[in-house]
């Protein structure tokens, strides 16, 4: 997860000194060169609607998620459509129990873990292009103000594995497994926002089943509730 992290970061880095140095600009009105909300970053608890009751999911699930957003204002209204693209990245824990992704089974197996572990986790990565029809009460200053989206991210699967980790004789072994096989490779996931300033209180909700049909359970969907970064 840390090579994804790092990503993210870059990204921001980026994103915020252009923004900055548009900014410098001063022959543009206030209405003209708004914020343009060129970064979201969110943070967030991550779970599965429609997990059967064999699935022992324990812990806090995460996410964190990264996006470069371009804003482009509606007329002289106070609302807008943005789009962007980022990074993605979620892990769901699971309580004495792991993943059969090495197997020749057609359908993922969810079974009782082989090792004392201390901590077992699938991680799942994405490419995302997330689309928003977004409301600013302050639309000449839109780091300021309320703020609310409803929007759809479309993502593309880039990596999947397992990560257990436990001891034998006192040292620390760490097992991962990567595969992408049993799992749609591409989401879709309606989002909404919610917040005043750069904060919002942002939740997400996976159309389709994380699964492929036939190869595991077919109604799980992952959600997020979380605090979401815009602006800059």
Not at 139 to 148: E, F, L, Y
Not at 155 to 178: D, F, M, R, W
Not at 185 to 208: A, D, K, M, P
Request: aromatic share 12%; glycine share 10%.
């Amino acid at each position: 997860m840390t090579k994804y992290i790092y990503t993210l970061l870059v990204l921001f880095m980026v994103v915020k000194s252009n923004a900055q140095t548009g900014a410098t600009e001063s022959n543009k009105s206030a209405y003209s060169m708004p914020s343009r909300d060129y970064v979201m970053i969110q943070v967030g608890y991550e779970g599965w609607s429609g997990a059967p009751d064999s699935i022992k999911i324990g812990g806090i699930g995460r996410a964190i998620n990264a996006y470069l957003c371009y804003d482009f204002p509606l007329a002289k209204s106070n609302f807008s459509f943005a789009a962007g693209a980022g990074v993605g990245v979620s892990n769901i824990y699971l309580n004495n129990q792991m993943i059969r992704l090495s197997d020749t089974n057609t359908a993922i197996r969810f079974v009782p873990e082989a090792n004392n572990y201390k901590k077992y986790k699938m991680t799942t990565a994405y490419v995302e292009a997330p689309f928003e029809l977004r409301f600013f009460s302050d639309k000449n200053n839109r780091n300021k103000g309320i703020k609310a989206a409803i929007g759809l991210k479309v993502g593309a699967l880039i990596s999947s594995h397992t990560k257990g980790k436990y001891t034998v004789n006192n040292k620390p072994i760490i097992e991962k497994v990567s595969t992408k096989r049993y799992l749609e490779t591409i989401r879709y996931s309606g989002t909404l926002r919610l917040g005043y300033g750069n904060f919002s209180v942002y939740g997400q909700y996976s159309i389709g089943s994380l699964f492929k049909v036939n190869n595991g359970p077919e109604n799980i969907r992952p959600f997020q509730i979380g605090i979401s970064i815009n602006g800059m």
